[in-house]
């Protein structure tokens, strides 16, 4: 492992998550873009499961509350994902995000557009601010096999960000894996390396 990589380690899957504090950790102002709302609501509707939800729908490019959104996904995460701990629910739904990203215009514009993992990275970091307020998104460092990303977001940082860029290297058409180094609750290095 080069020198510069020895602060990322894999993501603590089966430590317990502290859903409170988790939640208290994202602003009452935060949003998200409708159309992971979306997302969530198809998914409980494909697997015959019931989420309760504010709004009887969501419109893909209006911003709701991100705070409403995080619930949802503790909500959803053991009814998707029924045996695994909760961080590793919320990877597994976080690795939908390009999917639900690429049905919309935006996505399809960016990400559809993307060629080449180094591309596709790129492309679905700098959605980040555009879809969930506050965060930031930025490549630190890339080589043939591996990049940094820089990430604050204010939700499920080590698990269902993790899991959004580990759906990206798939999207991309490579086989890898997501270490993480946290800086605080809500920033951190992602390090992505693939073969």
């Not at 502290?18 to 998200?32: C, H, K, Q, S």
């Not at 697997?47 to 911003?63: C, D």
Request: aromatic share 8%; with cysteine.
């Amino acid at each position: 492992m080069p020198p510069a990589d020895r602060a990322f380690v894999d993501p603590p899957w089966d430590h317990p998550l502290d859903v409170d504090r988790a939640l208290l950790l994202i602003p009452e102002n935060a949003t998200i873009s409708g159309m992971f709302y979306q997302a969530l609501m198809e998914g409980g509707k494909r697997r015959n499961v019931a989420i309760r939800f504010k709004e009887p729908r969501y419109l893909p490019f209006r911003f709701y509350s991100l705070r409403d959104f995080a619930e949802l996904l503790v909500q959803a995460s053991p009814l998707f994902h029924p045996g695994v701990s909760l961080r590793e629910g919320l990877r597994r739904i976080g690795r939908g995000g390009p999917a639900a990203l690429l049905k919309s215009t935006l996505g399809k514009v960016t990400l559809g557009a993307a060629s080449g993992v180094h591309d596709v990275v790129a492309a679905f970091a700098k959605t980040y601010p555009l879809n969930v307020k506050p965060s930031s998104c930025t490549i630190e460092r890339a080589d043939l096999s591996s990049m940094v990303v820089r990430l604050s977001a204010p939700h499920f940082l080590d698990c269902h960000h993790v899991g959004a860029f580990e759906g990206t290297l798939d999207h991309a058409g490579v086989k890898g894996g997501v270490r993480i180094a946290k800086r605080a609750d809500t920033a951190a290095e992602l390090l992505l390396q693939w073969r």
